[in-house]
């Protein structure tokens, strides 16, 4: 299978993996290759020389441009065809973080959902090292499975970097009467109390009619988010391809306009089924927001709308 991923023979692939492995670099078992800790620095530290080698620094600045936003990480391949991509983004995400993330505690605001889900479990212990790193749920509960949720989420984050975590026991559709009663609460409350004071949010984009489903919007909401063409979804907000907002969900949690506020905002989006919602949600992101995406997003964005 990786032979074929790589479009080289599979004599080709023993040859250089043989050659990584007596370099320790990798190591092999039944259940597959994986790097070692001298391996995942080599790829850390190759990581900005191959950039520049593939022209990645040159498409990062152009989409960085064309979205308003800080800064963009393009990392190779097309997350829709090749699910490894996922992986990839969580393992730039671990070096991200350790590069903008103080000594000290952090407050580390999460959403859910599958991409967020799949990263988490790439992220490593290295982070905790000189911090204390608390993991919180940026909203309550979809109702969708519980294993994308953010409560889950920031569970597996904290168990990969051996940090901490709280959960938030509460669906985020929770009506505004109902979450008056509840948000006085001990343990709602001081939980709320941290998200609204996070450092660092790290989330998702996802596409409208997906989103639709995953929240079980009733007929008539549905109705408001398909009459207005909406294209992508973040933090319960649906938005059309102009930005526009076409329907907000009623929710717990942090909002759209709470991220100006946030010193880091990590926004996490690739192939290329995702390219019309991160550019919807551009309009409405902090212009220091920083996006990992991929190359079949990207380069989609930038054909469909070149740089004048």
């Known amino acids: 299978m990786l032979a074929d991923d790589l479009n080289i023979t599979e004599r080709g692939l023993r040859t250089e993996t043989d050659l990584l492995r007596k370099q320790g670099l990798i190591i092999s ?10 391996g995942s620095d080599v790829v850390i530290r190759l990581t900005d020389v191959l950039a520049d080698y593939q022209g990645t620094a040159l498409l990062e600045k152009q989409l960085s441009s064309k979205l308003g936003i800080s800064r963009c990480i393009v990392l190779p391949g097309n997350a829709d065809k090749q699910h490894r991509v996922v992986d990839s983004f969580g393992r730039r995400l671990n070096q991200l973080l350790g590069t903008l993330l103080p000594t000290g505690q952090s407050m580390i605001s999460v959403t859910g959902g599958s991409t967020l889900a799949q990263v988490a479990r790439n ?12 993991f919180l749920p940026a909203r309550g509960g979809v109702g969708e499975s519980v294993a994308i949720q953010a409560n889950s989420v920031c569970a597996e984050m904290a168990s990969r970097t051996q940090g901490q975590y709280r ?35 790290i989330h998702s984009i996802g596409t409208a009619s ?45 909002h759209v306009r709470d991220l ?24 409405n992101a902090p212009h220091h927001t920083i996006l990992i995406t991929d190359e079949g997003a990207s380069k989609l964005i930038l054909r469909d709308n070149p740089l004048k």
């Not at 007929?219 to 649906?238: L, W």
């Not at 100006?260 to 309009?283: L, T």
Request: hydrophobic letters at 35%.
């Open 260 to 283: 100006d506020r946030i010193e880091y905002v990590i926004a996490i989006a690739g192939g290329e089924s995702k390219a019309n919602a991160i550019q919807s949600y551009m309009k």
């Open 167 to 201: 959960a938030l026991y509460l669906p985020e559709d929770i009506s505004e009467k109902s979450f008056e009663s509840l948000q006085k609460e001990t343990s709602i409350k001081s939980v709320l109390d941290l998200i609204y004071r996070s450092n660092v949010v």
């Open 29 to 38: 078992s039944k259940s597959g290759m994986s790097l070692t800790k001298t």
């Open 210 to 254: 997906v989103m639709a489903e995953r929240r079980n919007l009733s007929s008539k909401e549905q109705n408001v988010v398909d009459s207005g063409r909406a294209v992508a979804e973040a933090f319960g907000d649906f938005f059309d391809q102009s930005g526009k907002l076409v329907y907000k969900v009623p929710r717990i949690g942090l």
């Open 123 to 134: 992220l490593s212990s290295d982070l905790s090292k000189n911090r204390q790193l608390v």
